[in-house]
């Protein structure tokens, strides 16, 4: 298992656009990819996650529409697209993975390997 590296946050206005990288040095292909965010004072929460091999994903009520996660297997790294981004929007995002099927995956406990987070703040 590998760490992860997350980069791309920012400090933006509302109504725009920011990509998210999730960069690892190796994966696997029966591992999920999530991309997750906490807020000051709230708990972190799962916003998508993606199988590294195959088209299984799911996203968080809260930014589906607006957030594409996507993936870009030679160089081993999981994005996260993120348009009309909201003032709520505003948190650290981490990326972590996990082992899993089915609603297993939208366990945050069944993630690992955590990244050191990327902030991103949204200005109204």
């Known amino acids: 298992q590998v760490q992860q590296v997350e980069s791309g946050g920012g400090l933006v206005q509302a109504g725009d656009s920011l990509r998210l990288s999730c960069a690892a040095s190796a994966r696997t292909f029966n591992q999920y990819v999530g991309w997750f965010r906490q807020a000051p004072g709230k708990e972190r929460e799962l916003i998508a996650t993606?199988?590294?091999?195959?088209?299984?994903?799911y996203y968080a009520d809260s930014v589906k529409g607006r957030f594409t996660i996507s993936k870009d297997k030679p160089i081993n790294t999981v994005y996260l697209q993120m348009n009309s981004l909201k003032p709520e929007d505003t948190a650290k995002y981490y990326c972590a993975t996990a082992y899993c099927a089915g609603d297993g995956c939208l366990d945050i406990h069944r993630y690992d390997y955590w990244g050191q987070g990327t902030q991103v703040t949204v200005s109204s």
């Open positions: 993606i199988r590294w091999s195959g088209a299984n994903l």
